[in-house]
């Protein structure tokens, strides 16, 4: 494809919002979720010539103005993670999501995560730690024993 013509696209946000990532369905190329701060969730059904915004109920919540970190999808099944801890997840390439609950435990903010199979998913925080599911998220294992600022922090004392 000859990518030499961009064409600049019009968003439904507010100013001021900072849009943080973007997937399409794997299996319609043409469906997209773009996300960012200030609980922004927008979708495309045209392969991002226009974008809506998306309201999703499980993560509406009065107390929090959710930001939204990642997005992936593998399949149909897709993830988004976000801060304050927040993980969704759809089976129907996102027509419905469900929120999954997260355990107190996880150390850090959930800032990437990755579908790497059915029900599967691998997931990061910002303290570098590494965890993994396959159980759609209601299970989550590290994937290395300490995390990253656990380690550089080890290195200072000595």
Excluded at 118 to 129: F, I
Aim: hydrophobic share 35%; charged share 25%.
């Amino acid at each position: 494809e000859d990518l030499s013509e961009w064409e600049r696209v019009g968003l439904p946000i507010d100013p001021g919002v900072v849009l943080l990532d973007i997937a399409f369905v794997p299996d319609d190329p043409s469906h997209g979720f773009l996300l960012g701060t200030r609980q922004t969730i927008l979708e495309t059904k045209d392969g991002g010539r226009t974008w809506f915004p998306r309201s999703i109920p499980s993560a509406e919540d009065e107390d929090f103005n959710y930001r939204f970190n990642s997005v992936s999808f593998s399949g149909k099944e897709g993830w988004i993670v976000g801060k304050p801890a927040i993980l969704l997840h759809t089976k129907d390439a996102g027509d419905s999501w469900e929120r999954i609950p997260l355990s107190a435990q996880l150390p850090g903010d959930m800032v990437y995560i990755q579908a790497t199979g059915e029900q599967s998913a691998e997931m990061v925080t910002d303290e570098g730690a590494i965890y993994v599911t396959s159980n759609r998220g209601y299970n989550w294992k590290a994937a290395v024993q300490e995390t990253v600022s656990a380690t550089l922090n080890s290195f200072k004392r000595h």
